[in-house]
Nanobody, 129 residues
């Protein structure tokens, strides 16, 4: 059973930083996609950043490029999202997610929530201006 538990959210002033953590358990695949998604009130869930666990290839939404960094620590079974230069538009519930890999997968991690099967409960990030 795959479990994902986010932590690290909170309230911060514009320009500040936060680091989100996602502790993953039960994910026994040697390769796959993990990602951070966010959902603001009244908006659809959107991909923020994804990482391919075998090799660490990353992708980012245009809105966060240069400000956010996704990384993984395999020894700690944890995926991180370092968020710098936060602004009010980053306010949302942040979720980590993982896919169920397919045999022969290309290693491309689609920025589509529907492609991810395992989800955490989310952690709230609020940025005040």
């Amino acid at each position: 059973q795959v479990q994902m538990v986010e932590s690290g959210g909170g309230s911060v002033q514009a320009g500040g930083s936060l680091r989100l953590s996602c502790l993953v358990s039960g994910y026994t695949y040697s390769h796959g996609c993990m990602g951070w998604f966010r959902q603001a009130p009244g908006k659809e869930r959107e991909a923020v950043a994804t990482i391919y666990t075998d090799g660490g290839s990353t992708n980012y939404a245009d809105s966060v490029k240069g400000r956010f960094t996704i990384s993984q620590d395999n020894a700690k079974n944890t995926v991180y999202l370092q968020m710098n230069s936060l602004n009010s538009e980053d306010t949302a519930m942040y979720y980590c997610a993982a896919d169920r890999p397919v045999i022969g997968g290309s290693g491309y991690c689609a920025p589509l929530p529907i492609m991810y099967e395992f989800w955490g409960q989310g952690t709230q990030v609020t940025v005040s201006s």
